[in-house]
């Protein structure tokens, strides 16, 4: 049972190029969120998707857009990247939005 | 704006140690509080924790909520050094419907043989 999957697990950009981060959940949750992580600030959310057809603004959101594929699959695009955005990334689902959620090993991007 | 705090930051013990950890928060309407261990990777869920005084336990870990004095806290008896890692700390505000968990930074946990 895979859980959370993301890819890619790891990815070099030049500022100013583009770049979809990928996330797909098996476990038929219905909310799906991303963080990103860096040292000393803990988890941020950028964006979430309370059900399938729904998403909203996190705490961190600019730089960033989402897309809400179907009820497995919940995508986080950099249109432009910027050295500021390298960080973790991290996508979570839960059942219900005040649910635990469930991790996905994270996606390590540089941006240079 | 809704703020969760640990402490310590870091914490260095031996094995056998007893751990304790702390949450405070502040939020507007509170709905509930988890705790999540992460080690080099995706953090696990632990405990989540709604009414206090109610201890959850899960073998040497268990975790209570005080909501009167706004904290909780995480014990580790007996440490292993598998037990190493960052324990996070969130909080669920309670938003109609809208519900976005808050994280604080983390205690950074190092168990030595």
């Known amino acids: 049972n895979a859980g959370v999957t993301q890819t890619p697990k790891f990815q070099v950009l030049k500022t100013g190029q583009s770049m979809t981060l990928q996330c797909a959940q098996d476990?038929?949750?219905?909310?799906m969120y991303w963080y990103r992580q860096d040292p000393g600030m803990g988890l941020r959310l950028i964006y979430y998707?309370?059900?399938?057809?729904?998403?909203d603004k996190g705490e961190v959101p600019n730089g960033y857009n989402v897309s809400r594929l179907n009820k497995r699959e919940f995508s986080l695009r950099l249109e432009s990247a910027a050295p500021s955005q390298t960080s973790v990334y991290f996508c979570?689902?839960?059942?219900?939005?005040?649910?635990?959620?469930?991790f996905g090993d994270g996606t390590r991007l540089s941006i240079l | 704006e809704d703020k969760v705090v640990q402490s310590p930051l870091s914490l260095v013990v031996h094995e056998g140690d007893t751990v304790t950890l702390n949450c405070s928060y502040e939020?507007?309407?509170?709905?509930?509080l988890l705790w999540y261990k992460q080690e080099k990777k995706a953090p696990t869920f632990l405990f989540m924790l709604?009414?206090?005084?109610i201890e959850k336990k899960s073998g040497r870990l268990s975790s209570i909520l005080d909501k009167k004095e706004l904290f909780s806290i995480l014990n580790i008896t007996a440490t292993q050094t598998g037990d190493s890692a960052v324990y996070l700390c969130?909080?669920?505000?309670?938003?109609?419907?809208?519900?976005?968990?808050?994280f604080g930074k983390g205690t950074k946990l190092t168990v030595n043989p």
């Open positions: 709604t009414s206090s005084g």
């Open positions: 969130a909080v669920v505000p309670h938003q109609g419907g809208s519900e976005k968990l808050v």
């Open positions: 998707s309370a059900s399938e057809g729904t998403t």
């Open positions: 979570a689902s839960s059942e219900l939005v005040n649910q635990p959620q469930h």
């Open positions: 939020v507007t309407n509170f709905r509930s």
């Open positions: 476990m038929n949750h219905n909310s």
